[in-house]
């Protein structure tokens, strides 16, 4: 009998974000009627990340700060234009799986990076850092990636969104610190446990309102599916594992575990409001199946991340 549902969803969490895409998949239905909630969900998760977390431990050390800083710049600014380069030599720069690499590799964390990074058994302070400033610089960091791609436009248009991001992630994060310092001061083990387990439920929820385009397309067009959800898997695990092998025993676990993480899990979602939908149609198959390996990965990597 579960006499603590809480408790028990963190201790099971891994399996309550497979459910989540268990439920996103077979229920498209669902799906749908949760998608205008997506933005208040992706609130109440970040709510509840902060609130797991001591504010000095979310603040850091300030000599520190320059350091992510340059990591958030060479994850968002230089992958893409990496990519960019080498798809324009091929003469593919406008073709679908360009465009989808280039999206994914532009995009900050995913705010529940924090969350996920607890669950594979490091502390969630770097990840928190590096989705907050990456997130800060989004505007400035998108803009020649957006110039430079013949595939995309409407960078006004991202730099806006991306400036609605920060100032909500701002004032979500404030809300947060000040009900810890008030309400949770030195919170039990027992309520920090509770609040791992809110933060799985809510990441479970929020996938959920992001699976309707894959159940779409596996009635429509399996094999099409079957190559999008290979691309996200290879782009989003690749990029984890070859961070992991370069830092593992370069940086400290705590940083080197969420620095590779993030590498492969990103806020691509943030791109369906703020680019047009004519240009984000042709990667809306490989942002459904992205979702996959970022809610597997404490499943399918906790063996990689092991220390």
């Given at each position: 009998?579960i006499t603590d549902p809480l408790r028990f969803a963190a201790r099971h969490a891994r399996y309550v974000l497979v459910a989540g895409l268990v439920v ?224 593992r025993h370069r940086l400290p676990h705590d940083t080197a575990l969420p620095l590779s993480l993030i590498a492969g899990n990103r806020n691509v979602a ?38």
């Amino acid at each position: 009998m579960i006499t603590d549902p809480l408790r028990f969803a963190a201790r099971h969490a891994r399996y309550v974000l497979v459910a989540g895409l268990v439920v996103g998949l077979a229920a498209p239905g669902l799906a749908e009627v949760m998608r205008p909630w997506l933005p208040h969900l992706v609130v109440a998760l970040l709510f509840v990340s902060v609130l797991r977390m001591a504010p000095r431990a979310i603040l850091g050390a300030l000599p520190a700060l320059p350091r992510v800083a340059g990591t958030a710049l060479a994850l968002q600014l230089a992958a893409p234009l990496v990519i960019l380069g080498l798809a324009s030599l091929l003469g593919q720069a406008s073709h679908p799986v360009a465009l989808a690499l280039i999206l994914m590799t532009a995009a900050p964390s995913i705010v529940g990076s924090p969350n996920i990074t607890a669950l594979l058994g490091a502390a969630p302070e770097y990840a928190m850092r590096l989705m907050v400033v990456g997130t800060l610089l989004m505007p400035f960091t998108i803009l020649p990636v957006f110039a430079l791609a013949p595939a995309l436009d409407g960078a006004g248009a991202v730099t806006q969104a991306s400036l609605v991001l920060v100032a909500t992630i701002g004032v979500t994060a404030l809300c947060a610190m000040a009900t810890r310092r008030l309400v949770f001061r030195t919170p039990a083990p027992a309520t920090v446990e509770r609040l791992d387990g809110l933060s799985a439920l809510a990441l479970a929820v929020f996938v959920v309102a992001l699976m309707p385009q894959v159940s779409a397309l596996a009635l429509a067009d399996p094999m099409a599916l079957l190559g999008w959800a290979a691309l996200a898997f290879a782009a989003n695990l690749g990029a984890q594992f070859t961070l992991w092998r370069a830092t593992r025993h370069r940086l400290p676990h705590d940083t080197a575990l969420p620095l590779s993480l993030i590498a492969g899990n990103r806020n691509v979602a943030l791109f369906l409001v703020s680019l047009p939908a004519e240009t984000t149609a042709p990667v809306m198959a490989f942002i459904g199946c992205y979702q996959l390996p970022m809610y597997l990965t404490p499943i399918l990597m906790r063996g990689v991340y092991r220390r």
